[in-house]
């Protein structure tokens, strides 16, 4: 079985695997058949759910390793339960073997020491991740990764619109301010601290303070109001016109997409440059909707998966994340028909056939080219989400 395992490895990933380290690699392989992995990981989106389910497939018939999904409504709740463990002196055995994590959840882990690793060296597919060209894949939210979480997705915050009612899409957080006081009721945004929600917080928030390096930093409590006034006074002016008058939101992005595919919205929000062309191959909305990113540049980053300190399983996490990395795995999350998420990958260190994965992708008609997306802009300290979240659930959470 040992050598059946290996062989299909080397089949399946030749160009990475003369750059392993093949004792230690071969050492986690044979360790990790038998093992199950409990993949804790956001469980609100039906294409991603399904996906997961199968790269669980492919990883149990390849490599003997068993994946449940462990499906989260926020990723703070896995991160509540390793911190728990720990406290209870919990040091092996957890229930956590692997997260789908970034930004703030991923500087509370590393902060706490509530991580295993460093490993993702260890993994011959990491070897092809773009590390240059995504500065994002080694910094995540201005905190060094320094091996302790793999990257396995780019994302980029983009607007979809029905371009059925919108000619000229606004392309500026000030202009989207006008087009809704005379569009009123025809935009909304997910309610924070859903990650889309926040994001958008984000996006305004860097375009309309004046001090943008400040975001580079760990938040200055004592300037944080004076700092993101402009955020607060924006929304201010901006919640009368949206849907339901600001008094109600979406919960998440599937929920906002709902309204646009009922043409309750004209504008919806997404971190995938491709979930337009997605939704609009299962009919989910219209085929008039495309995707527009605005003049000065949006919000990108990296989605990572990082292995607890104390999970049971770390040798068959490892398999797993190493699987989701490979050419093979990562061109059918960036097809629009499974996902639409973009790759990590560098294509110049792929084989040509490993290219062709996805130079034959059609990414879709809404789906806007890599040079069409512009510049991604950079995430703020982590340290912004939670005052942002705090101080927007004061100002504006329903009963407020």
């Keep these: 079985m040992r050598l059946l395992i290996l062989i299909l490895f080397i089949n399946i ?13 071969e050492r986690i392989v044979t360790k990790s058949q038998g093992q199950t992995v409990y993949w804790n990981a956001w469980g609100g989106d039906e294409r991603i759910n399904s996906y997961i389910n199968w790269a669980g497939a492919e990883v149990k018939k390849n490599y003997g390793v068993s994946v449940k999904h462990v499906k989260l409504l926020d990723t703070s709740e896995a991160v509540s339960r390793v911190l728990a463990e720990k406290a209870a002196g919990r040091s092996s055995e957890g229930s956590i073997d692997l997260i789908w994590i970034n930004g703030e959840n991923f500087a509370a882990m590393k902060k706490n020491k509530l991580l295993f690793g460093p490993w993702t060296s260890d993994l011959p597919n990491y070897h092809l991740v773009d590390t240059i060209g995504k500065k994002t894949t080694t910094i995540d939210f201005t905190i060094p990764v320094e091996g302790l979480e793999a990257p396995w997705g780019m994302a980029q915050f983009v607007f979809m619109y029905d371009s059925k009612f919108i000619s000229s899409p606004p392309m ?17 945004y997910p309610q924070p601290p859903n990650f889309l929600g926040t994001t958008f917080l984000k996006q305004a928030l860097i375009e309309l303070i004046v001090d943008k390096k400040s975001l580079q930093r760990e938040v200055d409590y004592k300037s944080f109001h004076k700092v993101t006034q402009p955020l607060w006074s924006y929304l201010d002016n901006l919640h009368p016109f949206l849907w339901r008058s600001g008094k109600i939101f979406p919960q998440n992005g599937p929920a906002q997409n709902r309204l646009l595919g009922d043409n309750e919205i004209d504008i919806s929000l997404s971190f995938e440059p491709s979930e337009a062309s997605s939704l609009i191959s299962t009919g989910a909305i219209p085929n008039s909707v495309r995707t527009f990113v605005l003049s000065k540049g949006t919000v990108g980053n990296t989605s990572f998966l990082a292995i607890p300190f104390n999970a049971k399983s770390k040798e068959g996490a490892q398999v797993l994340v190493n699987f989701l990395m490979s050419p093979y795995a990562q061109a059918r999350k960036q097809n629009p028909l499974y996902w639409g998420n973009g790759t ?30 512009g510049n991604a802009l950079l995430e703020p300290h982590p340290s912004w989400v939670n005052a942002i979240e705090k101080t927007w659930s004061k100002r504006y959470a329903i009963g407020k």
Excluded: C, H
């Design 172 to 188: 500026s957080i000030k202009k989207l301010l006008a087009w809704a006081k005379n569009n009123k009721g025809r935009f909304t």
């Design 13 to 25: 990933y030749p160009a990475s695997f003369a750059n392993a380290k093949s004792e230690t690699w």
């Design 344 to 373: 990590v990958l560098d294509m110049n260190k792929l084989k040509l056939k490993e290219r062709d994965y996805f130079t034959s992708l059609s990414l879709g008609v809404a789906t806007l080219s890599p040079e069409s997306l």
